[in-house]
Nanobody
Framework: QVQLVESGGGLVQAGGSLRLSCAAS????????MGWYRQAPGKQRELVAT???????NYADFVKGRFTISRDNATNTVYLQMNSLKPEDTAVYYC?????????WGQGTQVTVSS
C-alpha cells in the first residue's frame, strides 16, 4: 500500500503560478513511477505529467512548456510546478504512484484559474 498526500491547490488568476506537492509513504525509488492527472467537471480524468524512477519525465501536450514535474528523493515528494495557468487548467489534480503493478491515488486537490 502507498499513501499519497497532496497539497498546494488553490485559486489563481490566469497567467499565475501554483506548485502542487505529493508526499508518498514509500521511498520514491521503490515506486515504478509517479505523476499527476486531472479531472475537470464533466470530463474524463487525463494525464498531465509523469516521472519515472530513473527521472525521465513525460508531459501531456497541453502543458508542455508551462508545467514541470520534479521530485525530492530525500522527502519522497513529487512536485508539479504550474506556470502560465489558463482557465482551462481548472480541475481537480490527482497524484498517482505505481507500485508493484498497482496504481495508488491521492485524494485530489482543487486548482481553479480565474479569467
Amino acid at each position: 500500500q502507498v499513501q499519497l498526500v497532496e497539497s498546494g491547490g488553490g485559486l489563481v488568476q490566469a497567467g499565475g503560478s501554483l506548485r502542487l506537492s505529493c508526499a508518498a509513504s514509500k521511498t520514491i525509488f521503490s515506486l515504478n513511477a509517479m505523476g499527476w492527472y486531472r479531472q475537470a467537471p464533466g470530463k474524463q480524468r487525463e494525464l498531465v505529467a509523469t516521472i519515472t524512477t530513473g527521472g525521465r519525465s513525460n508531459y501531456a501536450d497541453f502543458v508542455k512548456g508551462r508545467f514541470t514535474i520534479s521530485r525530492d528523493n530525500a522527502t519522497n515528494t513529487v512536485y508539479l510546478q504550474m506556470n502560465s495557468l489558463k482557465p482551462e487548467d481548472t480541475a481537480v489534480y490527482y497524484c498517482i504512484a505505481v507500485y508493484r503493478g498497482y496504481d495508488y491515488w491521492g485524494q485530489g486537490t482543487q486548482v481553479t484559474v480565474s479569467s
